[in-house]
T-cell receptor, first 114, second 113 residues
Framework: EAGVAQSPRYKIIEKRQSVAFWCNPI?????LYWYQQILGQGPKLLIQ????????DSQLPKDRFSAERLKGVDSTLKIQPAKLEDSAVYLC????????????FGEGSWLTVV | QKEVEQNSGPLSVPEGAIASLNCTYSDRGSQSFFWYRQYSGKSPELIMF????GDKEDGRFTAQLNKASQYVSLLIRDSQPSDSATYLCAVRKVNTGFQKLVFGTGTRLLVSP
């Protein structure tokens, strides 16, 4: 079974530029998560989708971050304009529906804003 | 108060010793608890989870849960240098039928040969 796929793995951009990250969850997983992990910290949930609907985006900085999952499979997370403090790993994860299922993480997309 | 708290470490133990990693949580209604291991530059991988008070063993790993004290721990027996990593404690929260994981900051474990 293929895991959660993410791209690009690494990205360096200047502040005020934009960047987009792509995620393809495990086949059949209806729930998709985007977490942000700043160096030395634990992952923080940015947004959670159930199929193509948003379940939780309470910690998403909506003035600069946006995410979509138009067909209920792949998802894109965009940052525009980027700030220095956005330097982090962006982890996509997925799980089957329901409260009892394991959440699996992708390898992450590493962003450096200079 | 943070929802999930861990000592950032590093916790240094010699090879073959028992490593004890601790975690406390603030929401007394939390039901499920997870331990993830994260190697430097890698994504978190699930080690084990625990729902019930007491101990749960899986190979060299034992998770311990004390809901009254709101305390979760992970014991690693016969620690190996390959166990050197950051260990993340996570609490599953369920809201309107949807789950999410809330993570601590992680404890860095160093196992010396």
């Amino acid at each position: 079974e293929a895991g959660v796929a993410q791209s690009p793995r690494y990205k360096i951009i200047e502040k005020r530029q934009s960047v987009a990250f792509w995620c393809n969850p495990i086949s059949g997983h209806a729930t998709l998560y985007w977490y942000q992990q700043i160096l030395g910290q634990g992952p923080k949930l940015l947004i959670q989708f159930q199929n193509n609907g948003v379940v939780d985006d309470s910690q998403l900085p909506k003035d600069r971050f946006s995410a979509e999952r138009l067909k209920g499979v792949d998802s894109t997370l965009k940052i525009q304009p980027a700030k220095l403090e956005d330097s982090a790993v962006y982890l996509c994860a997925s799980s089957s529906p329901g409260p009892g299922n394991t959440i699996y993480f992708g390898e992450g997309s590493w962003l450096t804003v200079v | 108060q943070k929802e999930v708290e861990q000592n950032s470490g590093p916790l240094s133990v010699p090879e073959g010793a028992i490593a004890s990693l601790n975690c406390t949580y603030s929401d007394r209604g939390s039901q499920s608890f997870f331990w993830y291991r994260q190697y430097s530059g890698k994504s978190p991988e699930l080690i084990m989870f625990i729902y019930s008070n007491g101990d749960k063993e899986d190979g060299r790993f034992t998770a311990q849960l004390n809901k009254a004290s709101q305390y979760v721990s992970l014991l690693i027996r016969d620690s190996q240098p390959s166990d050197s990593a950051t260990y993340l404690c996570a609490v599953r929260k369920v809201n309107t039928g949807f789950q999410k994981l809330v993570f601590g900051t992680g404890t860095r474990l160093l196992v010396s040969p």
